[in-house]
């Protein structure tokens, strides 16, 4: 909602017709994963490891990208229209993809996708709000101006309180993850983030985007999953792990481009 009160409809279309969707897509929803997969089989990860690893790579661009775009002085229209239009995709290309990837896992079980709940609570926590705040901006564009920084502020404790929960609950999971789960999620995430740069264009500031949305997957949408499907399993406490390991290392490249990078530099 925040960053909805910060654009206009028009700024939205112009930023996703100049993206480069049609490698957006692939790179997000076939190379991510299969990188993903290639990296488990390579560390031989145990298979609730591997599928933990597995939801989320299937599970694209993070509620926090628009976040993420603002600190970093990417395209942050670009960033809003794609977080919001992901949540339509993800609810039916994450399964096909989780279920075409599991076969290619040993020893896992079947997957437990709810299409309708998945896509109601996305569209709620992402594409409703986002909305709405647009709507606002148009329409009550003074009480969008006062709104703007109280939402911001809620949205940011939101957001700390969130993770903070999850992190607490799932903390003993997490501390027996192991390094080389880690370390192979920290490699796709820096594939991916420089494949998502190299891919789109035209600017600086929507390569930036398209590579912030890349690298950062959508823990949100990799726990339903993971309830949803793997309940009482160690899968969970995984998805948290590489969850916030990727939020890391996105705000590592947040800092570098806002304080240190030159126009062009991935």
Known sequence: ????????????????????????????????????????????????????????????????????????????????????????????????????????????????????????????TITLPLATGLAINHYLAAIGRRLLRPVEMVSEAAGAISLAFVTIVEFQTIITTGWKPLVAMAVVSEVSLCAGFALSGPSVGVRRVVALGTSNRNIALALLVAIDSFPGTPIVGTVVANGLLLIFLGLLHVAYWRYFARDGKP
């Open 1 to 124: 909602m925040a960053v909805g009160l910060r654009l206009t409809w028009p700024e939205i279309r112009e930023a996703i017709r100049k993206s480069h969707l049609g490698w957006v897509l692939p790179v997000n929803f076939v190379l991510v994963p299969a990188l993903t997969l290639a990296m488990a089989r390579l560390i031989q990860a145990p298979a609730n490891l591997a599928v933990g690893m597995l939801l989320l790579a299937a599970a694209p661009f993070a509620p926090v990208v628009p976040t993420f775009a603002k600190m970093a002085r990417g395209d942050l229209a670009l960033a809003a229209g794609l977080t919001a239009m992901f949540p339509f995709l993800s609810a039916f290309l994450t399964p096909l993809v989780c279920a075409v990837g599991l076969k290619a896992l040993p020893g896992t079980a079947s997957l437990n996708f709810n299409f309708f709940i998945i896509l109601v609570v996305l569209l709620a």
